[in-house]
């Protein structure tokens, strides 16, 4: 059996951009002939592969067969490049990161290696105990999670640990915590939340004042700069990591809550065992960064 | 005809978080409980509110209720504030803001306000194309968008606009652009592009080289801060917000591809007539900061 081509390609824009109409717009043809493409590659794998839900999403067959998609055509792509030299030989990946590491010490981490490379990334971002979904559903060929155990076929390098701090503006304590911090005064201390998958400061609260979910006013705010930003302009307290605000000894006027706890994330690099050179090096690259610049795991 | 609040509570957090399953966990009660109060809504409202799709999303009678609902609370919130004040009077306004003004001048243009009137905010980011998107489907109750039409109910004050650049470090410039910025170079310079929706590269090739979308290598990363530092690395050029590189004058060895061609994208602050005090207030301070620091519409 082998597979089409277009059939595949067809399947995997449709997951990517989440309809038929979507995926009929980028590749320049009409929905129907999306949908039968898609409907032939069903009939000759002899399984249903696309849930046609809005947005549509991948079976765990379809999952399967996009992991497939996406590797080979990254070994394919790798193949090429080593009889063109030159222009040509530009590789795409697609990757899933957690935006803290996007914000703080992932882009100079790799820039290097991707521009020496010829490497183009296409990045998804997501919460650190999310990516790893990404991964199974085939849409990420590496991500960096808090998953320590790798999926079948792959396997999961500690990168190490981001350190995160509960911080707040010098303007913000005094107006909160005039006295000190304590159970009483976090009941009504705003706190900013990145978004709804975001347990850190929940989980904190929780650990270490006994403070349910629902007992705390909360921002959310989902970009990590503007996280930070929102902390220095007052608005409210939060868990910012280490590495983005420069370490204890230069935190610019932002105090810690609690400086004897601060909440430690360990992060792993995923990624398939039997890889393109490149994807390869990336990760020697990624994996090599990572205990560089974050705390040993 | 009286909406009983349970009800309404679990249909706006099921389409909150998407599931059933995940808004039964948030409310702390079983899956069963919320299908059966969004039934009972939608028996006594007699229209069927809710798609069961994976995410779960609102019908357009679902989308009217939910608008309805979001507006009553803020509007209950201000009201009891003013009989309860002090701590309890916090008030939490979801609000739908495109990337790049989140990351440049929306949080010093609320924060004041925010900390004076204790308000919070739910923050949702997406393309300023997409955010009208989240009012319409009552997700939001204001929102930045390009979109200069107000929805029925609302109004559309101008903001003002954002200029955006075509970027690049003086090292990409070398490597890519040794002899000059060309059509025949741009088919192969990596460009930056934030994700799929983001039309400004794609829009300002095809416009002032012909190039169609196909044409040209890029890197998608979904997030403001990431993408200005990945353009400052010298991963690709990609346009940046006149706000966000802080203006011609002080762009710390960033060099504008096409100089005479900025590309302007007017920004609408859309917002519902009847509105409680404080949602005014936001508004107000809004568009005052809008006109301040963005470019006169």
């Given at each position: 059996?082998?597979?089409?081509?277009?059939?595949?390609?067809?399947?995997?824009?449709?997951?990517?951009?989440?309809?038929?109409?979507?995926?009929?717009?980028?590749?320049?043809?009409?929905?129907?002939?999306?949908?039968?493409?898609?409907?032939?590659?069903?009939?000759?794998?002899?399984?249903p592969?696309?849930?046609?839900?809005?947005?549509?999403?991948?079976?765990?067959?379809?999952?399967?067969?996009?992991?497939?998609?996406?590797?080979?055509?990254?070994?394919?792509?790798?193949?090429?490049?080593?009889?063109?030299?030159?222009?040509?030989?530009?590789?795409?990946?697609?990757?899933?990161?957690?935006?803290?590491?996007?914000?703080?010490?992932?882009?100079?981490?790799?820039?290097?290696?991707?521009?020496?490379?010829?490497?183009?990334?296409?990045?998804?971002?997501?919460?650190?105990?999310?990516?790893?979904?990404?991964?199974q559903?085939?849409?990420a060929?590496?991500?960096?999670?808090?998953?320590?155990?790798?999926m079948?076929?792959?396997?999961?390098?500690?990168?190490?640990?981001?350190r995160?701090?509960?911080?707040?503006?010098?303007?913000?304590?005094?107006?909160?915590?005039?006295?000190?911090?304590?159970?009483?005064?976090?009941?009504?201390?705003?706190?900013?939340?990145?978004?709804?998958?975001?347990?850190?400061?929940?989980?904190?609260?929780?650990?270490?004042?006994?403070?349910?979910?629902?007992?705390?006013?909360?921002?959310?705010?989902?970009?990590?700069?503007?996280?930070?930003?929102?902390?220095?302009?007052?608005?409210?307290?939060?868990?910012?990591?280490?590495?983005?605000v420069?370490?204890?000894?230069?935190?610019?006027?932002?105090?810690d809550?609690?400086p004897?706890?601060?909440?430690?994330?360990?992060l792993?690099?995923?990624?398939?065992?039997?890889?393109?050179?490149?994807?390869?090096?990336?990760?020697?690259?990624l994996?090599?960064?990572?205990?560089?610049?974050?705390?040993?795991?």
């Amino acid at each position: 059996m082998q597979l089409d081509q277009k059939q595949c390609e067809a399947f995997r824009v449709a997951i990517e951009r989440g309809s038929l109409e979507q995926a009929a717009t980028a590749l320049h043809v009409t929905p129907s002939a999306i949908s039968q493409r898609i409907r032939a590659l069903e009939a000759s794998l002899g399984r249903p592969l696309l849930v046609r839900s809005r947005p549509c999403r991948a079976t765990p067959d379809g999952q399967a067969l996009l992991q497939y998609v996406q590797r080979a055509a990254l070994l394919e792509a790798d193949l090429v490049a080593r009889f063109t030299e030159g222009e040509e030989a530009l590789l795409t990946v697609p990757v899933a990161v957690n935006a803290d590491s996007v914000a703080s010490w992932f882009l100079p981490a790799v820039a290097p290696f991707l521009i020496a490379q010829r490497v183009l990334l296409d990045v998804t971002v997501d919460d650190q105990d999310h990516t790893y979904q990404l991964l199974q559903a085939g849409l990420a060929l590496g991500c960096i999670s808090t998953e320590a155990q790798p999926m079948r076929g792959c396997v999961a390098e500690p990168l190490g640990v981001m350190r995160y701090r509960a911080m707040a503006s010098a303007d913000f304590m005094q107006r909160w915590f005039p006295d000190g911090v304590s159970r009483e005064r976090l009941r009504h201390a705003p706190v900013m939340v990145f978004n709804r998958k975001d347990r850190l400061q929940a989980d904190f609260l929780q650990q270490h004042f006994g403070l349910s979910d629902q007992a705390w006013p909360r921002h959310y705010l989902p970009a990590s700069e503007p996280f930070l930003q929102a902390v220095r302009l007052g608005l409210g307290w939060g868990m910012l990591p280490e590495v983005q605000v420069g370490g204890l000894a230069d935190c610019n006027g932002l105090h810690d809550l609690l400086p004897a706890h601060p909440v430690d994330v360990g992060l792993y690099w995923h990624s398939w065992k039997v890889q393109s050179p490149r994807l390869e090096h990336l990760s020697r690259t990624l994996v090599q960064a990572g205990q560089r610049m974050l705390r040993p795991l």
